[in-house]
């Protein structure tokens, strides 16, 4: 495995004996004290990820994710997977908490191993609506201006004439607009070490531009690329081994993917506000094309493609002078 490899494996290791000691302390955890610290913002991931002031930092190690919709969709699914064979590729959970009348799930922080860390949130699927989302065929006008706006040469004669499209028409037109369509993933958010993030990448859309993107972000280190393809491929594999994955739709799910000065990586897999399970019985492979009633996602087949393009990042060799014999210091 070599130096690096063992370092992984050890990191890995690491990770497993503090989700155990985490899982017992649950609920010796400190709550929030005021309003005040659910605008402080500081942590990185929390910057990263979410609806401003969805996020804040909790107890030790932990942070608060704010629960937008009635249902409580993300506590059960985290509930599930603390039990799956795949809970060691999402951040560990502890609890539901109610406060000041609004809800939020506090799950573990996942910077504390990290040392100012590059990050980058990747939005997996070739779809991130759910089909209830566009079940509605109405023609509606507000969404053909939404189109428009972005892109004056979208609309078919059809829908000029009319000046209205149906939901499902929009969601497609702006998957279209980013590389979730054509790869099953998008590129969400991007903060490297010592840099403010960068949110502004969803018509990030050709392979030129995806390939820009990671060489920037494994910062021409191939240890970082190898072990970043390597747990990607450990996700998969935990992915497709897992009950709960595979009997549900992985809609709006991201890939957390960070790294830091010490080579340490790591990738998670997270939001889960919309996994649902499949209620009619019929099996998904996360990988086939999405038509209504499947329940496709492409969540696989995005993973496969981000894999593909780590994999592909040409690193460049840095020269170095050679080094006369009597001029190298031993190892002491």
């Not at 969805?54 to 985290?78: H, L, M, S, V």
């Not at 969400?188 to 390939?211: D, F, W, Y």
């Not at 997270?270 to 019985?281: A, E, L, M």
């Not at 460049?316 to 002491?332: G, W």
Request: contains cysteine.
């Amino acid at each position: 495995m070599g130096v690096n490899g063992q370092k992984f494996g050890m990191w890995n290791c690491f990770r497993g004996i503090h989700r155990r000691k985490g899982k017992k302390t649950a609920l010796d955890l400190t709550a929030p004290a005021s309003d005040a610290i659910l605008k402080n913002r500081k942590n990185t991931w929390i910057q990263l990820a979410g609806h401003p002031g969805g996020f804040a930092p909790a107890g030790p190690n932990t942070i608060w994710k704010k629960r937008y919709t009635k249902d409580n969709n993300e506590t059960q699914a985290y509930e599930a997977l603390m039990e799956d064979t795949a809970h060691s590729i999402v951040p560990l959970f502890y609890r539901e908490v109610e406060y000041n009348s609004e809800y939020f799930i506090e799950i573990e922080d996942l910077l504390q191993h990290f040392t100012d860390p590059s990050i980058m949130d990747v939005k997996m699927g070739i779809r991130t609506f759910l089909e209830s989302e566009v079940s509605n065929t109405a023609l509606r006008k507000d969404l053909y201006d939404k189109m428009v706006a972005l892109d004056p040469a979208a609309p078919t004669d059809e829908e000029r004439q009319s000046q209205s499209i149906t939901k499902l028409r929009y969601m497609q037109f702006r998957e279209n607009e980013s590389s979730t369509a054509e790869f099953g993933f998008r590129i969400e958010a991007l903060r490297m070490s010592g840099e403010t993030p960068s949110t502004n990448l969803k018509r990030v859309k050709s392979k030129e531009q995806i390939h820009g993107i990671l060489s920037k972000f494994v910062n021409n280190s191939r240890v970082v690329q190898q072990d970043l393809v390597r747990r990607l491929k450990e996700v998969k594999q935990h992915i497709e081994d897992s009950p709960f994955f595979m009997s549900h739709e992985l809609i709006g799910c991201s890939v957390l993917v960070m790294h830091d000065k010490y080579d340490k990586c790591g990738v998670w897999v997270i939001d889960f506000s919309k996994t649902n399970p499949i209620q009619d019985g019929c099996e998904i492979s996360h990988r086939l094309p999405w038509q209504i009633g499947n329940h496709e996602d492409g969540f696989l087949f995005g993973l496969d493609n981000l894999m593909q393009f780590f994999s592909d990042i040409e690193i460049k060799e840095e020269l170095t002078e050679n080094i006369e014999p009597s001029h190298v210091i031993a190892d002491s």
